[in-house]
T-cell receptor, first 109, second 114 residues
Framework: GQNIDQPTEMTATEGAIVQINCTYQ??????LFWYQQHAGEAPTFLSY??LDGLEEKGRFSSFLSRSKGYSYLLLKELQMKDSASYLC??????????WGAGTKLIIKP | IAGITQAPTSQILAAGRRMTLRCTQD?????MYWYRQDLGLGLRLIHY???????GKGEVPDGYSVSRANTDDFPLTLASAVPSQTSVYFC?????????????FGPGTRLTVL
């Protein structure tokens, strides 16, 4: 079956760095997406990886290892506004997204 | 308007009633999707449309129907609502289907079925 695993909740301190891990198992693979979702709002796109390696975009970076079925999202210089849920989604062979349940990130001052 | 709009924002519905959730996009995207989001679960695909005039079933299609008469609109209908359909419903769109295009989401409809 198809499955995405990510931690349910993480806590970090303002100004620090946090890494949110995601493992996936899909029938075929056409890329890995990360979305941010603030409480009561819609998911918004953060990053897309299809090749192995690290993609950096400002304070956010995303890493992919296709051989290990593994990705992580790295958030640097955490700000209070980064408190949100972070959704990992893998695109399968039919180009449909398989979603994880999301990681709720709590930032403490 | 810019992006995707959904209506209503929220709704309380008696079980057995018929309800249509509306979704409109102005980005001229070919593909559109309906998801439901429940606590502790990932987004689950209900129905999708790769282009105007075509629709397909997702992971959880039972009790729902869709139509795609034109590029912009993709309504979702619950023929006879049941309490298990209480959820937050998100409409999304992407430029194309069959490629790794980013999906963009509407603000969601919070539906409660009593």
């Amino acid at each position: 079956g198809q499955n995405i695993d990510q931690p349910t909740e993480m806590t970090a301190t303002e100004g620090a760095i946090v890494q949110i891990n995601c493992t996936y198992q899909t029938s075929g693979f056409n890329g890995l997406f990360w979305y941010q979702q603030h409480a009561g709002e819609a998911p918004t796109f953060l990053s897309y990886n299809v090749l192995d390696g690290l993609e950096e975009k400002g304070r956010f970076s995303s890493f992919l290892s296709r051989s290990k079925g593994y990705s992580y999202l790295l958030l640097k210089e955490l700000q209070m506004k980064d408190s949100a849920s972070y959704l990992c989604a893998a695109m399968d062979s039919n180009y449909q997204l398989i979603w994880g349940a999301g990681t709720k990130l709590i930032i403490k001052p | 308007i810019a992006g995707i709009t959904q209506a209503p924002t929220s709704q309380i519905l008696a079980a057995g009633r018929r309800m249509t959730l509306r979704c409109t996009q102005d980005m001229r995207h070919n593909a559109m999707y309906w998801y439901r989001q429940d606590l502790g679960l990932g987004l689950r695909l209900i129905h999708y449309s790769n282009t105007a005039g075509t629709t397909g079933k997702g992971e959880v299609p039972d009790g729902y129907s869709v139509s795609r008469a034109n590029t912009d609109d993709f309504p979702l209908t619950l023929a006879s609502a049941v309490p298990s359909q209480t959820s937050v419903y998100f409409c999304a769109s992407s430029d194309s289907a069959g490629v790794s295009d980013t999906q963009y989401f509407g603000p969601g409809t919070r539906l409660t079925v009593l």
